[in-house]
Every structure is written in structure tokens, then in C-alpha cells.
């Protein structure tokens, strides 16, 4: 699977971004999706993943009330919503996709885990 990462921005403390994760080449119904940032100087986290078997996407701490992950296997694309962004939300962000295909609780994944990466999309928050 091919995966396309696109949807960041310069954008004001507070504001919202969606990004979006498009997949091609691979039913997106056969892959858990994680969400990884990188801020400059650090290293990639992931703060969000969604699965097919699981009920709930997991979020990292630091994003659960502004972030909300949602997949459209329809349109074969994943989207993560950021709202009340923050300087510290400032990154590039990746999604990665890991087959889960009859598997369960595969969420979080590690950057090891991940299978295939899309290429990232920049978010800066400024205050």
C-alpha cells in the first residue's frame, strides 16, 4: 500500500488543520493506521492510531480532547482532526499503516511496527 499524507499548515494557537492519509494500491480495510509527529530536534511519537477490530482509536495524551481520528475505508483515506492547536503540536506529521487483517489490539504501533510510511506533511502552530 501507498500512502499519501497531506493537509498541514501554517496556522494561530487555537486554530483546527485536518490532515488526511490516502491510501492507494491496498484496501485501506486491511491496515491499522498511526499517526506519528516529529518536532525539529526530537523523536517521531505517534499520537494517534485506529484500527479495524478495535472500538476506539488511541490517542496519546497529549492530543485526546483536541485530536479525533477518523478512517473512511470507502475512500480508502484516514483523517486526523487537530483542533485548539498548539506551538507544541508544531511538527511534521506521519502516518504509517501496519496489516491487521483478523488482528486485534494492534494500536499503538511503533515506529518499528509500521509496515509502510507515508510521506510527512508540516504543521506549524504560531502563538
Known amino acids: 500500500v501507498q500512502l499519501q499524507a497531506f493537509g498541514g499548515g501554517l496556522v494561530q494557537t487555537g486554530a483546527s488543520l485536518r490532515l488526511s492519509c490516502a491510501a492507494s494500491?491496498?484496501?485501506?480495510?486491511?491496515?491499522?493506521i498511526q499517526w506519528f509527529r516529529q518536532a525539529p530536534g526530537k523523536e517521531r511519537e505517534g499520537i494517534s492510531c485506529i484500527s479495524n477490530s478495535d472500538s476506539r482509536p488511541y490517542y496519546k495524551e497529549s492530543v485526546k480532547g483536541r485530536f479525533t481520528n477518523v478512517r473512511d475505508n470507502e475512500k480508502n483515506t484516514v483523517y486526523l482532526q487537530m483542533n485548539n492547536l498548539k506551538p507544541e503540536d508544531t511538527a511534521v506529521y506521519y502516518c504509517g499503516a501496519k496489516y491487521d487483517f483478523r488482528v486485534t489490539g494492534i494500536c499503538p504501533i511503533s515506529v518499528d511496527r509500521v509496515d509502510f510510511w507515508g510521506q510527512g506533511t508540516e504543521v506549524t502552530v504560531s502563538s
Open positions: 494500491g491496498s484496501a485501506l480495510g486491511y491496515y491499522a
